[in-house]
């Protein structure tokens, strides 16, 4: 019964901006960690950022670090990820995924369907 819906993607310029979010049920959101990764045709998915259950810890690869932001609102069990000066290397289906626990030392046991970013001028 686990749903995670992600909403937000979109086409931007490079440097523009866009905010995902992920809506989430079937579970106590308030407990696990989550995370976005994404994937471009071609490549693996890639990790782009994590946030612990009590939303006080965050991780970002290089790739994104200083640009991405990830947050969490668990009175409305949802998670965002604020992008900023997009680059475009960063187009790519981004998805939302739960944690098996806690905080992002564990495996991922669920995956939103993903949403497509666009970045071109």
């Known amino acids: 019964q686990v749903q995670l819906v992600e909403s937000g993607g979109g086409l931007v310029q490079p440097g523009g901006s866009l905010r995902l979010s992920c809506t989430a049920s079937?579970?106590?959101?308030?407990?696990?960690?989550m995370a976005w990764f994404r994937q471009a045709p071609g490549k693996e998915r890639e990790f782009v950022a994590s946030?612990?259950?009590?939303?006080?810890?965050?991780n970002y690869p290089r790739a994104v670090r200083g640009r991405f932001t990830i947050s969490r609102d668990d009175g409305k069990n949802t998670v965002a990820l604020q992008m900023d000066s997009l680059k475009p290397e960063d187009a790519a289906v981004y998805y939302c995924?739960?944690?098996?626990?806690?905080?992002?030392?564990?495996?991922?046991?669920?995956w939103g369907k993903g949403t497509l970013v666009t970045v071109s001028s």
């Open positions: 946030i612990n259950d009590k939303g006080d810890i965050r």
């Open positions: 995924a739960r944690y098996t626990s806690s905080s992002d030392l564990g495996t991922i046991g669920n």
């Open positions: 079937g579970f106590i959101f308030s407990s696990y960690a």
